[in-house]
């Protein structure tokens, strides 16, 4: 059974980091691109980042390019999002995602696919609350 669990959200002031972790199992991790996706209040879905399944690529979002960095670990079936320089506008939840097949992955065709599945698309973690307010 594929299992996502992602812990480290909370509330942090504007300008401050947090670390958001997600453990997975029941799968093999190393061959699937992974996904963190938010969805704030009253909005839809949004990629935030795409990490290959070699950790090789990735992808931002331009709302956090610059401040977000995706990492992985194949070796302990992670994936980690550093989130710095926080806004209030990244307050939302944020959920661990694993794409649904191996393979290489369009950005364009997964963004579409994103926001008009829903969790319907992949498999979706449990999701953490970030709240960035002073």
Do not use: H
């Not at 709302?63 to 990244?90: C, H, I, W, Y």
């Not at 065709?109 to 498999?123: A, E, P, V």
């Amino acid at each position: 059974e594929v299992q996502l669990v992602e812990s480290g959200g909370g509330l942090v002031q504007p300008g401050g980091s947090l670390r958001l972790s997600c453990a997975a199992s029941g799968f093999t991790f190393s061959s699937y691109w992974m996904y963190w996706v938010r969805q704030a209040p009253g909005k839809g879905l949004e990629l935030v980042s795409a990490i290959e399944s070699g950790g090789g690529t990735t992808y931002y979002a331009d709302s956090v390019k610059g401040r977000f960095t995706a990492s992985r670990d194949n070796a302990k079936n992670t994936v980690d999002l550093q989130m710095n320089s926080l806004k209030p506008e990244d307050t939302a939840v944020y959920y661990c995602v694993r794409d649904p097949r191996i393979g290489d992955r369009n950005l364009g065709w997964l963004i579409f696919q994103i926001q008009n599945k829903g969790t319907d698309f992949g498999y979706w973690g449990q999701g953490t609350q970030v709240t960035v307010s002073s």
